[in-house]
């Protein structure tokens, strides 16, 4: 048995979509033998009850654990019931791309992955037919949880079976550019980027020896640009199944919007299914 999530939680309303989120959780549920809570975003009456339990039981989710809660001040009341029972891992719906509608109906979901206290999994496309996330892209950039973010996409990979994980960490382009701003050939400055490229990649395979097994399939990317911009579009271009992102050291606000934080370049275009490990 896998203990890194020892009770996940599915936030829920009533829509098309909440089937296929249930579907989704209890794979995930099953694959890592965990227990698994529905919270239910909606009023408490007789009527939405009876409605729920409907869906439940069509849902063959009738045996779930269910949490109501209000709809005021929805994201606290989440956080504050995943506290409570002691949540590992709360899994969401959200729309991949924020139209001005999009981002009303999804505010809820991008509020949660700006303040929630838990690891947080954002579903884009969930469907009935669940399948295992097969291609994994990992952020192996942030220098103080790199490791710990690469040990938990290595779970994913092991529990899914997966083809490829692929760790993607930022070039030093300052140095570089410090490098080529001197008086050297060109010949010299692509043997500067090369050597450069070669020394991160070398950094990085010491640091994940310890936790890399044998059949692991790894493969260490290199970038340069703006690293969250970045590592979303590399999830989007090689049609990856997850992204797994260190959650940040704090909650995001305002600044975190305007001066744009790595994780924000994610949310306003969510390229895939995305992982924010806690």
Known sequence: MDT?????ALAIGLNPRTEALVCEAKRIQQAFQTELLLIHVGEQTPEREKLMSEFLQNAQAKDLPLKWIDKNSVTENIIKTCESESVDLLIIGAFARETFLKRQIGS???ALARKANCSLLILTDPSK???PF???????????KALETISVA???EKIEDATQVHILKEANMLGLSIMASEDRSEEEIT????DSVKHTIDELERLIQPIVSPDSKI???I??????????RFSSRILADLLIVPAPERSLGILDRIFTHDLEHILADLPTNVLIAY
């Open 129 to 131: 037919d669940p399948k």
């Open 154 to 156: 290595l779970t994913w």
């Open 219 to 221: 493969n260490i990317k």
């Open 4 to 8: 890194l999530y020892k009770k996940i």
């Open 191 to 194: 043997t500067l980027k090369r």
């Open 108 to 110: 809820v979901s991008r």
């Open 134 to 144: 097969r291609k994994i892209v990992v952020d192996g950039n942030d220098p103080t």
């Open 223 to 232: 970038i340069s640009g703006k690293f969250g911009y970045e590592i979303a």
